[in-house]
């Protein structure tokens, strides 16, 4: 019997993904070879260095998402993610498919100022062309990748105070540099035209420049389990889903599921989970109550789902361009576009969003786990990678797995490989 792609060794996936033309075997030799950064890019890129950390990136291939099919890389530390994001794509890939309603790419900031009087706002108003100039002048390399400030808004804060809102179409770029660049040379002018005080110059991490929506109908048969047939499971989901609606202690566990899979990919990208971590809990309490990100609702031909999720990502600049392990998960999606890789990161949520949900309301989540717990218990009392796996099946197969239990199989094991 052929092996699934989870049951195979990492050497083995790669070979199947360069059999099956989604790695080329530069990138299968990269994968299995690039451990470390080299001195020049971790000096690059943080202070004080004395050392790095790896992490462990596994893929889900041939994922179909807007009707293209991708091949995912995902980074994590935590055991089951890779394996419920897989389980949410199988579960979605009959029915209708996802679909991506609405995907924008911009991102917004704020120059604060005090002390603002009647004149001053009048020069600044007068002034937006200047502005506009200056901060394109800061930028020149902007309108060359295909981005533009849209937007220059002047509005009065409370009695004294002003904010110069800016928005920017940042191409493919996540644009936090570009934004900053373009405030702090606008800021330095407003110094020059007016009496104002700067307070301060910064993009805001807000996101919603940056929002991706997306649809998803479940066929219910992909949801059947031995105890539920696919209409309860599909209703049990409906329930927990609308649960975190109403109770913020279970959406933030619902969210926390989604970005499971957000983050991993945003961090196999190189890109920065804290802005997308940040822009997408702050949209959660958009409405003013923090809720479940994604919502669920049966219908007659399926589970629907939808999800509206910020994702200030980008595909050039910054860790991207840095990381050559960011440049190869680039590379594995084909270079994306930024509202590209922010459908696949949002399909990567509500995958990972649809495991979970259907994982509580069935067996619970722990069962899933249990597995990869073995697997890890094994590894911990010193088992090679081929022992793995027999080590792993034996503990499951046990009464009561433990760390002591753990040790005498894995010597009885040895003992038997000897005879
Ligand atoms: C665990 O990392 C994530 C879940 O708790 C998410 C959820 O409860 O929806 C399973």
Redesign the pocket.
């Known amino acids: 019997m052929t092996k699934k792609f989870w049951q195979l060794s990492p050497a083995e996936r790669r070979v199947l993904l360069v059999d099956q033309g989604i790695l080329t075997q530069a990138q299968a030799d990269f994968w299995s070879t690039q451990t470390t950064l080299p001195e020049t890019v971790l000096l690059g890129l943080s202070e004080n260095n004395i050392g790095q950390m790896s992490l462990p990136v596994g893929v889900v291939p041939n994922v179909q998402i807007a009707g293209k099919a991708v091949t995912i890389p995902l980074a994590t530390e935590?055991p089951?993610?890779v394996a419920a994001i897989s389980h949410g794509f199988k579960m979605m890939s009959q029915g209708r498919t996802i679909q991506v309603v609405k995907n924008i790419h911009g991102v917004t900031g704020q120059i604060g100022l005090q002390h603002v009087s009647a004149s001053d706002l009048t020069i600044l108003q007068d002034h937006q062309a200047d502005l506009q100039r200056i901060g394109l002048a800061a930028h020149p390399t902007l309108t060359s990748h295909g981005g533009a400030i849209r937007q220059i808004q002047i509005k009065r804060v409370g009695q004294s105070d002003a904010a110069i809102i800016v928005t920017v179409d940042s191409g493919n770029a996540m644009g936090a540099n570009i934004m900053n660049d373009i405030l702090e040379a606008m800021a330095r002018t407003v110094t020059q035209l007016t009496n104002a005080e700067v307070l301060f110059a910064v993009l805001t991490n807000d996101g919603r420049d940056s929002l991706t929506q997306l649809t998803v109908t479940v066929a219910f048969d992909q949801l059947t389990t031995k105890t539920w047939s696919g209409e309860q499971v599909a209703q049990r989901i409906q329930a927990l889903a609308d649960w975190a609606q109403t109770d913020p202690r279970r959406a933030v566990?619902?969210n926390?599921?989604i970005m499971?899979g957000v983050e991993a990919i945003v961090l196999a990208t190189g890109n920065d989970t804290r802005a997308v971590n940040a822009a997408a809990h702050a949209y959660a309490a958009v409405s003013g109550q923090y809720c479940g990100l994604s919502h669920w609702h049966v219908e007659t031909d399926g589970l629907h789902g939808e999800m509206t999720l910020p994702l200030p990502v980008g595909t050039v600049g910054g860790a991207t361009k840095v990381l050559p392990s960011a440049q190869q998960a680039l590379a594995l999606l084909h270079q994306p576009s930024a509202v590209q890789l922010q459908a696949i990161a949002a399909s990567v949520g509500l995958a990972a969003?649809l495991a979970?949900?259907h994982?509580?309301v069935t067996d619970g989540?722990q069962r899933g786990h249990m597995r990869l717990q073995y697997d890890s218990l094994a590894v911990r009392v010193g088992a090679t990678a081929a022992e793995i796996a027999p080590l792993a099946a034996a503990l499951a197969a046990a009464d009561k797995p433990s760390e002591t239990l753990a040790q005498q199989l894995l010597s009885q094991l040895r003992h038997k490989g000897e005879n």
């Open positions: 935590e089951s993610v566990t619902h926390k599921g499971n969003n979970a949900l994982a509580l989540i």
